[in-house]
């Protein structure tokens, strides 16, 4: 099985950044196209951010271009969020994804086989 583990959320004050990481576990984490999603009290899980196995090609939701940048160190097995210029409506449960797949854009929850426990981002106004 593939672990993935989130950590960096917490409080932060609206305008303020954040960085989350996503530590994978499993030797072939590094191919796997990684994603990030959110989830708020009483909405579905949408898609956030995902980047391809190489980090050649990332995508955003609307909501977040321009704020938000993925990367990964695939030396480390490790995904990161940078979230600038933090909003009160990205509150929500961040989750990290893995597709050992990929092949498009991954843009939906039922393209991706591994996921974390989440981590809380409360987004004060």
């Known amino acids: 099985q593939v672990q993935l583990v989130e950590s960096g959320g917490g409080l932060v004050q609206a305008g303020g950044s954040l960085r989350l990481s996503c530590a994978a576990s499993g030797r072939t984490c590094s191919n796997y196209h990684m994603g990030w999603f959110r989830q708020a009290p009483g909405k579905e899980r949408e898609f956030v951010t995902s980047?391809?196995?190489?980090?050649?090609?990332?995508y955003y939701a609307d909501s977040v271009k321009g704020r938000f940048t993925i990367s990964r160190d695939n030396a480390k097995n490790t995904v990161y969020l940078q979230m600038n210029s933090l909003k009160p409506e990205d509150t929500a449960v961040y989750y990290c994804?893995?597709?050992?797949?990929?092949?498009?854009?991954?843009?939906?929850?039922?393209?991706?086989?591994?996921w974390g426990q989440g981590t809380q981002i409360t987004v004060s106004s």
């Open positions: 994804a893995a597709d050992p797949t990929g092949g498009g854009t991954q843009r939906r929850v039922y393209e991706y086989d591994y």
């Open positions: 980047i391809s196995w190489s980090g050649r090609s990332t």
